[in-house]
């Protein structure tokens, strides 16, 4: 799809870390969110992934994935069922099911991490994924 594609990573990043899971799954559930990024947006927004090392305490650290978009954005309401299974959203420019989220959400819980939603309609969208890493 022709859009504006940016890769952020974070200084953070750049060291060796060990993210202990699925890669398989954990890529999918990424390219999901860039599938959704893809479908809501036209070709004149952009589409920007992510990463960076999130400190959580002095023991504890998280790696955080985003996927920002500068689409059609989301409602309050659709928010609240846009994990579900067989969601779709408004804007939605491709076929489906509408299970696409509801699939990454559950790889995301299953390796212990949580995925977040901020959007403004008419302003995008950013999904944030957050995941353990292992300590070294």
Same mark, same amino acid.
């Given at each position: *799809?022709?859009? +504006?594609?940016?890769?952020?990573?974070? !200084?953070?990043? &750049?060291?060796?870390?060990?993210?202990?899971?699925?890669?398989?799954? /954990?890529?999918?559930?990424?390219?999901? /969110?860039?599938?959704?990024?893809?479908?809501? @947006? &036209? +070709?004149?927004? *952009?589409?920007?992934?992510?990463?960076?090392?999130?400190?959580?305490?002095?023991?504890?650290? &998280?790696?955080?994935?985003?996927?920002?978009? @500068?689409?059609?954005?989301?409602?309050? +309401? $659709?928010? &609240?069922?846009?994990?579900?299974?067989?969601?779709?959203?408004?804007?939605?420019?491709?076929?489906? %099911?509408?299970?696409? /989220? %509801?699939? @990454? #959400?559950?790889?995301?819980?299953?390796?212990?991490?949580?995925? $977040?939603? !901020? #959007?403004?309609?008419?302003?995008? #969208? *950013?999904?944030?994924?957050?995941?353990?890493?292992?300590? @070294?």
């Amino acid at each position: *799809t022709q859009r +504006e594609w940016q890769l952020t990573l974070e !200084e953070s990043v &750049q060291k060796e870390h060990q993210l202990l899971g699925d890669r398989q799954k /954990l890529t999918g559930a990424l390219l999901n /969110l860039l599938r959704h990024a893809a479908q809501h @947006t &036209q +070709e004149t927004d *952009t589409i920007e992934l992510g990463c960076r090392i999130v400190e959580i305490d002095n023991a504890a650290r &998280q790696i955080q994935f985003w996927v920002r978009d @500068t689409g059609a954005g989301m409602t309050a +309401e $659709e928010q &609240q069922y846009i994990f579900d299974r067989f969601a779709r959203g408004r804007h939605r420019r491709a076929d489906g %099911a509408g299970l696409g /989220l %509801a699939i @990454t #959400s559950a790889v995301i819980e299953a390796h212990k991490g949580r995925i $977040e939603l !901020e #959007s403004r309609p008419n302003l995008g #969208s *950013t999904f944030r994924v957050m995941l353990p890493i292992a300590n @070294t």
